[in-house]
Each structure stands twice: as C-alpha cells, then as structure tokens.
C-alpha cells in the first residue's frame, strides 16, 4: 500500500511518498503561511502527477505532521476565546500555580493568557471533590453567558470546572447549554481535553485547545475536501506530540495534542 507523508514547517512544507514497488520520492514546496492547506495541497498534486503509474491512488494513505498548532500560539495568532470555569475562579488563568520556569529569577514575568478577564465567566455550579453536588448548575448563568459569548462574537470557548476531571456532568451540561443557544460555537471541555487533575493545568491546556481548534479544524476539513476531489477516500492520520497517530476527526477536535506535531515528526 502506497504511503504519501507531509509536514508542514514555517519555511517549507516536505513530502514523502513510497509507491506501490516500494520506492521512495521525496519533494518540497515552499508554505504557504496564511494558509497552510495550499502548499499541502499544490506538492501532492506534484508527487501524484508525477508519479500517478506507481500508484493505486484509492487505497494511498496520507499521513501529516504540521506545526499550525505551534505557531497559532507562539504567534498568538488563535482566535478571540472565551473561558468558562466554577463561579469565584475566573482568575484561576492568572494566579497560576507555583511553578517557575526560571527558580531563581525575581523579575520573572509570565506571558499575559490567552483568554482575556473580560471573556473569563463564572458558571454558578459547585462539585466537591469527592463527587458531590454542593451546588445544583443554574442552568439560567450559563445561557447568559451563552448570549455574552455571542455578543461579542467569540467563536470558541473553553469549559473548565473544579473537578471536572473526575465528575464531569457538570461541564456536559454546559457545553449542551451553550450548543443550544449558538450551535455553530467550538466548545473545548477539559474533562475530554486533559481529564487529569490541578485546575491550572487543565484550564490552560483547554485554553490552548479553544484558542486553535478553529484553525486547525478548518485545516483539516480544506484538506479532506481537496484530497477526495482528487480520489483520495482515505482519511488523513496527524501526527501527535507524543509520536502517535490520530485520524482527522480528532485532530480537528483536539489540536492541543498535535501543538510538538511538526518537532516529533522530525
């Protein structure tokens, strides 16, 4: 089965096909930045034109590795965001933790977060830790947070609520509830973006995935739709920070997990 691999980078785009008898081509394009699908697009087209009699073009698989993800954030090039978290803890995404990246340095400065205070929202809801309801969701905050969201145009928004890692119907409740009142909005739960535990991980790891699923879903839906014009039925496999592999579906869901793409791939 013939295998036809791509990693987007900043300066060129790579490309690596192995035909059905078992030989390698390689190619490169330069990117094309503000849209990356474009230079994807045009070095298949070159490989398949090229080397169409070596492949059986409906049973190719495509494989990706991309740094979109990478550069969205390092850039702060993602979209306007909202954050969603238990009423009192809006400002979990600037208090941190006590983590330093430098231990010693007393001037240390953080970079501002990716979701400004104003799109930070307080959902009237409280789960203990050990999984009981101390406080019934008012379902009425979260719809006029909704409305909010809408209001300022924010396409994308990030839920997480105390110890949703373990008990997360509170944050299902939510993104039903938000769905309902605008059901073109992306909304990233933490319970399945980074169900592990410490509110301020989870929270901006759920951040960094709102804050690119956009892109990145757009991405991956361009290409998809190019590549069965071409008689590609196959679905694209992205590769992950941890060097795995996921299909296109998930890829667009959580673009988080491909933010090393690009640097694992090489």
Known sequence: MAKLAFDTGGTFTDFALLDDKGELHLHKVLSTPKNPA??????????LEKFAGNIAIENLQVLGATTVVTNAVLERKGVETGFVTTDG????LRIRNEGRYDLYDL???????????????????????DGSVMTELEEETV????????????RSVA????HAYKYPQHEQRVAALLREEDPDIFVSLSSEVCPEMREFDRASTTVVNA??????AGHVAHLQ????AKGIDRQVLWMTSSGG???SRRAAELPVRLIESGPAAG
């Open 38 to 47: 474009e230079a994807v697009v045009q070095g298949v087209s070159e490989l």
């Open 89 to 92: 803890f809006q400002d979990m």
């Open 107 to 129: 001037n240390i400065k953080y970079p501002d977060p990716l979701v400004t205070r104003a799109n930070s929202f307080g959902a009237k809801e409280r789960i203990a830790a």
């Open 143 to 154: 719809r006029e947070i909704a409305g909010r969201l809408k209001e300022k145009g924010i």
């Open 159 to 162: 839920v997480c609520l105390l």
């Open 211 to 216: 804050y690119t699923r956009p892109q990145m």
């Open 225 to 228: 739709r190019e590549f069965a």
């Open 245 to 247: 592999l996921v299909p």
